[in-house]
């Protein structure tokens, strides 16, 4: 059961794996205990196409994730992928499962997690940061070059790893950008930051210093969250979301929010007058990953209209940030949002339309109602949920998540309503 479902795996990300290489891959641990909701994040981006490919897979379960990158073929890296992810299966260290990498030439694997620590195998040029907690804590930050390199577990840390894409305009930047990158990680680990807020500022700079700037984007290894296609290409053989760029404008009275280009034809807010805030890309992945008090988890279905997803999002925050978890005022928020242009090319909601589970913050938007009898998808699987009920035995035998499914996702949304 178990091989049948990698292989099920391997043939699903063999179909939407061309070349592509992550250039940058980070993986930053502030509380080894896992008791920070947002201790250990990781994210990955380059200057290359395609970055919804293999760039970051993350098992919720097991609460570690794999990165990839290098120069190896797409099937090389997912052979090394593949054995990777079974190897921690079988409860391997981040150590032994990143090395697997070395076995597949050019290829690179970085693993970890908040309780495992992390390390990065195989062909890399990498720093491995290291705070001790302390008085006067301690920032080490130390080079390392392929083979293996590790964040031992327990330690506060990160590892980050850089090179540049052939083509790039600022190729020949990525030994400095490394390097200073890898020090404001160390200081901002002593400052007392999460790691998502760290990895988003690193990758910040990562993209405005080197030009490995396209998503890609990241995961919160604790809570399990991901910036899901938010900066990957929508299509094969393109770049992603240039995450140094502005991303969207948004109004914290009422939830409205467009993204760019569109957005900058707005100075305040459209529909109460209120002053807009310019988010940068990085900054987007760093709200999307980190969990706060009052952060609701959106999911939006029913259509794939660019833009949809992420206005839907902020209204319905705006909305349960007013009026609580209220299927009725969230649908008539949205309706609102509709009707004054905000959300377009979607029908009107019902309250039945709208999924709410107050006990873990989500809220699920049903644009168009699903053919047949069909009411909703499984509840604990926000946006993969379609993907993952094709692909019930891998989520159940493997536990792991797959981010990587960008390029089937309206297609598979389509043979599912079909069906
Ligand atoms: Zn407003």
Redesign the pocket.
């Given at each position: 059961m178990k091989y049948k479902a990698l292989f099920v795996f391997f043939i699903l990300i063999m179909l939407c794996m061309n070349s592509v290489s992550a250039t940058c891959n980070i993986i930053v641990i502030t509380d080894p205990t896992g008791e920070d909701p947002n201790g250990a994040a990781a994210g990955s981006m380059s200057f290359a196409e395609n970055m919804f490919q293999s760039t970051f897979l993350m098992s919720k379960e097991g609460q570690y994730v794999v990165l990839s990158g290098g120069t190896g073929s797409s099937d090389t890296r997912l052979d090394s992928i593949i054995e990777a992810l079974a190897s921690l299966q079988n409860n391997a260290s981040a150590a032994s499962a990143a090395s697997v990498a070395s076995g597949y030439t050019g290829a690179r694997l970085v693993v970890g997690g908040p309780h495992m620590g992390a390390a990065v195998g195989g062909s890399f040029d990498a720093y491995v940061i290291t705070v001790d907690s302390g008085d006067n804590s301690t920032i080490t930050v130390t080079p390392y070059s392929g083979g293996l390199a590790t964040l031992e577990p327990g330690q506060k840390g990160a590892i980050i790893h850089l090179r540049n894409t052939a083509g790039n305009p600022l190729y020949g930047t990525a030994d400095s950008v490394r390097q200073e990158t890898a020090v404001n990680i160390g200081k901002m680990i002593r400052d007392g930051y999460p790691a998502t807020t760290i990895l988003a500022e690193a990758m910040g700079e990562v993209a405005r210093d080197s030009g490995e700037k396209y998503g890609g984007g990241g995961v919160n290894l604790v809570s399990g969250l991901s910036t899901g296609d938010m900066f990957t290409p929508s299509e094969m053989n393109e770049t992603g979301y240039p995450m140094d760029q502005e991303y969207s404008k948004s109004?914290s009275?009422?939830?409205?929010a467009l993204g760019f280009p569109s957005a900058e034809n707005y100075n305040v807010?459209p529909?109460?007058?209120?002053e807009l805030t310019t988010i940068y890309a990085y900054e987007a992945l760093g709200n999307s990953l980190t969990v706060t008090s009052d952060s609701v988890t959106v999911s939006v279905y029913g259509s794939e209209a660019p833009g949809l997803a992420s206005t839907t999002t902020e209204v319905v925050k705006a909305a349960v940030n007013n009026n609580g978890y209220d299927a009725t005022a969230i649908a008539s928020s949205i309706n609102r949002a509709i009707n004054s242009g905000v959300l377009v090319g979607v029908d009107f909601v019902e309250p039945k339309d709208i999924n709410v589970k107050e006990e873990s913050k989500a809220v699920g938007v049903y644009f168009t109602a699903l053919l047949g009898d069909r009411t909703s998808p499984s509840w604990d699987l926000p946006v993969d949920s379609m993907v993952l009920n094709i692909l019930g035995s891998i989520q159940t035998v493997i536990g792991i998540i797959l981010i990587l499914l960008v390029v089937f996702r309206s297609r598979l949304l389509k043979s599912f309503q079909e069906r």
């Open positions: 109004c009275e009422c939830g409205w807010c529909v109460c007058g209120s």
